[in-house]
């Protein structure tokens, strides 16, 4: 479960935009200060961990390679909660002493995640800061491949920082609104697979007006977004976003109701000194008819006409839908059109006491930079900041959970991203399903992207799917194991053309002496073929077997 504790990975930090990495968090500290620190709400958790890795890969060029890793993981975390103010941080140092058949080296790895909020004015205003120092993994070739142990080279030192602020009156009687704007960063550093890293920063505005709790009639909502990315890659212009909707049911008689809705999007793209511009802009209105309970129960059906920038005019049915089954479950999606052409999203969600699942379609026209700082959380399992396995979990009580101080919603996959920040058309299926009774916690995942390139042609598909497992064997002992297939399709020129097939599994033993020592034995198999080029010392086709032993103390 890499995104439970990400392994993302960073060597030196860039110093010509340092004054906007610490912005987040002299705000989170701001924050803090402010608020009085009651002992009993701050709570400190500190962790030393030993790990020994025995490594015998098999490649197609070298043979068989033995290697010998020790692992010395410090970590830290502090929590703080109070009426209107919450806080996270966690950090850790990982030292490495590597020796294969000739040589040996050594490296250090510093990471942190915070997150801080502050609602000073009960439900109206909520502050937000959220940000991240890791290593992340630079190529979508090497997806479940690369970490701290193999393929490091690939992996480049990354750091996400994001203020946000939402101001919203949702209890109006004829009228609601809600507005946010956030600032982000993303910084990052060469790689092999990287020349150039990521140094850009993101501005956003959203905002939504809709009808109040007293409308019997007349619904209506109207939203509106706009987004501003500046890609400081030498190759790579601003890249602009708007998008408007409206949409409106008049009640005719019993639960039918006229619609009438209007759809506004433009991406533009401007050239590296910002003479030129790219504009692809997207217009359509609409009536039909709505079937309408309530406003989690109604579908609407339209005619709609559309005026686009890069397609002929012309005349489509679209689909909206939101159905609550039950308050455990719930259906929602739509079909329209954009100017690249069909388009829809789906969210499912279908729980019971001891199940839960989501499932979720999703398309945008989006860079790396934004995905970094806008990942997607499906809310199966929450999980502790210090969380390593999915025993360390627990499905939520409700579909709308609070998180608690130190808690977060994790995937049991992570997005594969390519570090080259260009605009993508972004679609992306993901499937989470869990299951949590007595000794056994189960988790399923299915995930699949779409990434078309706007600025080239090239085409780039993932499939992955796996599972997550955790059994308590007795009160101190556990066995957990997982196993994650991806397949990695390129489509482009000759050099990035190619497919590529990789299997992560683990399994592992696991022991709890007293209350604050753990001692842990791991499996591993990582394994990878095909012609699409990765960048690994072993090459594209190679077999990574591992064994682990760890132990590990908790100070409290």
């Known amino acids: 479960m890499a995104t439970i504790m990400p392994r993302e990975v960073n060597n030196t930090v860039k110093g010509n935009r340092i004054k906007y990495s610490q912005l987040a968090i002299t705000f989170a500290g701001l924050f803090s200060s402010t608020t009085a620190l009651a002992q009993s709400d701050l709570k400190i958790t500190a962790q030393s961990e030993a790990e020994v890795i025995y490594q015998d890969v098999q490649t197609e060029t070298d043979g068989n390679l033995s290697l010998t890793t020790v692992s010395i993981v410090p970590s830290l975390i502090a929590t703080y909660s109070s009426r209107t103010f919450s806080g996270n941080w966690s950090s850790t140092v990982t030292h490495l002493e590597r020796e294969n058949d000739t040589s040996g080296e050594e490296d250090t790895y510093a990471e942190y995640r915070y997150t801080a909020q502050w609602q000073p004015f009960d439900e109206y205003l909520l502050l937000q800061a959220n940000g991240a120092l890791n290593y992340q993994n630079t190529s979508s070739s090497s997806y479940l491949l690369t970490d701290f142990v193999t393929n ?11 203020l ?17 704007a956030a600032y982000s960063v993303v910084e990052s550093e060469e790689s092999s697979t990287n020349s150039t890293g990521l140094d850009n920063d993101s501005t956003s505005l959203t905002g939504t007006l809709a009808n109040g709790d007293r409308a019997r009639r007349l619904f209506w909502t109207l939203t509106g977004s706009y987004q501003d990315t500046s890609r400081s890659t030498a190759s790579s212009g601003d890249f602009f976003t708007r998008e408007g909707e409206f949409t409106a049911d008049a009640m005719l008689f019993s639960d039918w109701a006229l619609r009438v809705t209007a759809f506004h999007e433009a991406n533009q793209i401007n050239s590296t000194d910002n003479t030129d511009s790219a504009t692809r802009q997207f217009n359509s209105y609409g009536a039909g008819i709505t079937y309408r309970q309530s406003a989690e129960r109604y579908i609407a059906l339209t005619a709609n006409r559309s005026d686009s920038d890069t397609d002929e005019n012309e005349t489509y049915v679209g689909l909206d839908i939101a159905w609550a089954l039950s308050s455990r479950t719930s259906v929602a999606g739509s079909y329209d059109r954009r100017f690249y052409g069909e388009s829809a999203a789906a969210q499912i969600s279908y729980n019971t006491k001891y199940f839960r699942s989501s499932f979720s ?12 700082t806008d990942s997607e959380s499906l809310g199966v399992f929450v999980c502790a900041s210090d969380a390593t396995s999915i025993s360390d979990c627990f499905q939520p009580s409700s579909l709308a959970y609070d998180l608690g101080a130190g808690e977060q919603f994790v995937e049991l996959t992570s997005q594969n991203l390519e570090f080259d920040d260009s605009v993508i058309i972004y679609k992306s299926a993901n499937t989470q399903i869990g299951y949590q009774f007595s000794r056994l916690t189960l988790g399923l995942t299915w995930r699949y992207t779409e990434s078309e390139y706007l600025e080239e042609d090239r085409l780039r598909r993932n499939y992955s799917a796996g599972t997550d497992f955790s059994y308590d064997i007795g009160s101190y002992t556990s066995l957990t194991g997982s196993i994650t297939y991806a397949n990695i399709e390129e489509r482009g020129t000759s050099t990035t053309a190619g497919v590529s097939e990789n299997i992560n599994s683990t399994l592992g033993l696991s022991r709890t002496f ?5 001692t842990s034995l791991n499996l591993s198999y990582l394994t990878t073929s ?10 594209n086709d190679y077999t990574d077997r591992r064994i682990t032993f760890s132990v590990s103390y908790e100070y409290e």
């Open 152 to 162: 490091s080279e690939g992996l480049s030192k990354t750091r996400t920082n994001t």
């Open 164 to 180: 946000s602020g939402t101001l919203q009156f949702i209890n109006g009687d004829w009228i609601t609104a809600l507005g946010s």
């Open 361 to 372: 379609y999703n398309e945008d026209v989006t860079t790396t930079s934004r995905l970094l």
């Open 514 to 518: 007293g209350e604050h020592l753990t």
């Open 530 to 539: 095909g012609n699409l080029s990765q960048v690994s010392l072993y090459g």
